[in-house]
């Protein structure tokens, strides 16, 4: 059983940069693809980047492609999100997601339905 915790959030001007940390407790990284979603207020909940469970590939959503980056540091078994250039559209609730299956995260679908969730961490972009 995994248990994910996400930090970094937090409130900043359009243009800064924040990075989140997503700590897995309970198993090792090794072999689980990890996701990134958000929820923005009113809407539903969307994946934005995924690190796949061969640690080889990430894939981000056009949204974010070119100023997020997804890393894992398997040492510290955990998972980062760099979010750099943020926009007033960045903000939501931002949740990490874990998930053996190797159908996770392929790039060839978003929003795959991750075993493993943390409670989220809030960013808000505002100038």
């Known amino acids: 059983q995994l248990q994910l915790v996400e930090s970094g959030g937090g409130f900043v001007q359009p243009g800064e940069s924040l990075k989140l940390s997503c700590v897995v407790s309970?198993?090792?990284?090794?072999?689980?693809?990890i996701g990134w979603f958000r929820q923005a207020p009113g809407k539903g909940r969307e994946e934005i980047a995924c690190?796949?469970?061969?640690?080889?590939?990430?894939y981000y959503r056009n949204a974010v492609k070119g100023r997020f980056t997804i890393s894992r540091h398997s040492a510290r078994n955990t998972v980062y999100l760099e979010m750099n250039n943020l926009t007033p559209e960045d903000t939501g609730v931002y949740f990490c997601?874990?998930?053996?299956?190797?159908?996770?995260?392929?790039?060839?679908?978003?929003?795959?339905?991750?075993?493993?969730w943390g409670q989220g961490t809030q960013v808000t972009v505002s100038s």
């Open positions: 690190y796949d469970s061969d640690d080889r590939s990430k």
């Open positions: 309970g198993a090792s990284l090794v072999g689980y693809s």
């Open positions: 997601a874990a998930d053996s299956a190797r159908a996770a995260c392929t790039g060839g679908t978003w929003n795959y339905h991750y075993d493993y």
